[in-house]
């Protein structure tokens, strides 16, 4: 069945009339492509600062821990010194406090000395004991803030990853889908057709020469065979959301028509288009968006039929679906 498709296509290409110029716009249209491959670096560019900035994020945290575990070895050094000065003076106080039990039957005056003695020993327990208190009590603070810190910086770890290996799956996703169309248009390519893959997106850019004849909204019989074949690949691939955007040259259309003008004519055939690809009942309208841009985008700017045929044309975006990678982005 291929092979019978291959020389049906090659019989179609042989008897259809295509003017050489439409041809030579193939080899002119990639300098439009640039404009949207810089607008789609700058998003690159700008999940890339997204990264640096978690990553910078996490070293901060990690120096923070290291403080924090630092002050909390000397403060358990502290502690240690505060308990072995609190078993002296408890020494010391036991001592007093035989020594006044023996002399009570003596002196008076010594009596007097050594109570005043061990009331100085007993208020200097009590501080010391009430400092231990305190010193327990900041390191147990600082071991609180320690595991709070390790767990964020785990957390950012986790949401840098899953974010790294999201990216990485989306560009894995989205060049293999732009294999998967190009095999898929094969045929058609020398056409009117291309399929190229920038900043994260897959582009099919179809010239006017393969789905409309001048002025027409009606997709020719060629186009619907690519449209068609291009249907399936998107029906197996319900991740992926698609932008359908009309464009037109700088020629007023002519008075008395039911399409008004430029814009009318950009949008009515991007919505031919949406039709045909709606064929497939496994495509989900509402992965569809359709865009009329009128004369307001050319790839060339030039006034010549050179240049003016170039921007006839009608684009395919085919772009992943980016909620979930936003959702990471967002999270506090």
């Given at each position: 069945?291929?092979?019978?498709?291959?020389?049906?296509?090659?019989?179609?290409?042989?008897?259809?009339?295509?003017?050489?110029?439409?041809?030579?716009?193939?080899?002119?249209?990639?300098?439009?492509?640039?404009?949207?491959?810089?607008?789609?670096?700058?998003?690159?560019?700008?999940?890339?600062?997204?990264?640096?900035?978690?990553?910078?994020?996490?070293?901060?945290?990690?120096?923070?821990?290291?403080?924090?575990?630092?002050?909390?070895?000397?403060?358990?050094?502290?502690?240690?010194?505060?308990?072995?000065?609190?078993?002296?003076?408890?020494?010391?106080?036991?001592?007093?406090?035989?020594?006044?039990?023996?002399?009570?039957?003596?002196?008076?005056?010594?009596?007097?000395?050594?109570?005043?003695?061990?009331?100085?020993?007993?208020?200097?327990?009590?501080?010391?004991?009430?400092?231990?208190?305190?010193?327990?009590?900041?390191?147990?603070?600082?071991?609180?803030?320690?595991?709070?810190?390790?767990?964020?910086?785990?957390?950012?770890?986790?949401?840098?990853?899953?974010?790294?290996?999201?990216?990485?799956?989306?560009?894995?996703?989205?060049?293999?889908?732009?294999?998967?169309?190009?095999?898929?248009?094969?045929?058609?390519?020398?056409?009117?057709?291309?399929?190229?893959?920038?900043?994260?997106?897959?582009?099919?850019?179809?010239?006017?020469?393969?789905?409309?004849?001048?002025?027409?909204?009606?997709?020719?019989?060629?186009?619907?065979?690519?449209?068609?074949?291009?249907?399936?690949?998107?029906?197996?691939?319900?991740?992926?959301?698609?932008?359908?955007?009309?464009?037109?040259?700088?020629?007023?259309?002519?008075?008395?028509?039911?399409?008004k003008d430029n814009w009318d004519l950009s949008v009515l055939r991007a919505t031919s288009i949406?039709?045909?690809?709606?064929?497939?009942?496994?495509?989900?309208?509402?992965?569809?968006?359709?865009?009329?841009?009128?004369?307001?985008?050319?790839?060339?700017?030039?006034?010549?039929?050179?240049?003016?045929?170039?921007?006839?044309?009608?684009?395919?975006?085919?772009?992943?679906?980016?909620?979930?990678?936003?959702?990471?982005?967002?999270?506090?």
């Amino acid at each position: 069945m291929k092979r019978i498709f291959i020389y049906s296509i090659t019989a179609a290409l042989i008897f259809s009339c295509v003017p050489s110029a439409q041809f030579r716009e193939v080899d002119k249209k990639w300098e439009a492509l640039q404009k949207e491959r810089d607008e789609m670096l700058e998003e690159n560019e700008s999940l890339t600062v997204n990264n640096r900035e978690m990553k910078a994020v996490i070293d901060d945290v990690r120096a923070k821990k290291e403080k924090f575990v630092r002050d909390s070895i000397r403060m358990s050094n502290e502690i240690i010194e505060c308990r072995e000065e609190v078993r002296n003076l408890e020494r010391k106080y036991s001592d007093l406090q035989e020594t006044h039990d023996a002399l009570l039957r003596g002196n008076a005056r010594e009596t007097r000395r050594l109570l005043t003695e061990l009331q100085s020993a007993q208020e200097d327990l009590a501080q010391k004991q009430e400092m231990l208190k305190d010193l327990e009590g900041s390191v147990s603070e600082e071991r609180q803030a320690v595991t709070k810190l390790r767990a964020e910086l785990e957390a950012r770890n986790m949401r840098l990853m899953e974010l790294e290996e999201m990216l990485y799956k989306k560009d894995e996703l989205m060049r293999n889908l732009r294999k998967t169309v190009a095999d898929a248009l094969l045929g058609f390519e020398g056409q009117g057709l291309t399929v190229t893959q920038r900043n994260g997106k897959v582009y099919v850019s179809l010239q006017n020469q393969l789905l409309f004849s001048s002025g027409s909204t009606v997709v020719d019989q060629n186009g619907q065979v690519a449209l068609r074949q291009l249907a399936v690949v998107l029906a197996a691939n319900p991740d992926i959301d698609i932008m359908i955007e009309g464009h037109t040259d700088n020629v007023p259309f002519r008075k008395g028509s039911s399409i008004k003008d430029n814009w009318d004519l950009s949008v009515l055939r991007a919505t031919s288009i949406v039709r045909i690809l709606l064929e497939q009942k496994d495509i989900d309208p509402r992965r569809i968006t359709v865009a009329g841009r009128g004369e307001y985008m050319p790839v060339d700017p030039a006034d010549t039929p050179e240049a003016r045929s170039k921007n006839r044309r009608t684009e395919i975006i085919l772009s992943p679906d980016l909620d979930e990678l936003y959702r990471i982005l967002e999270i506090e």
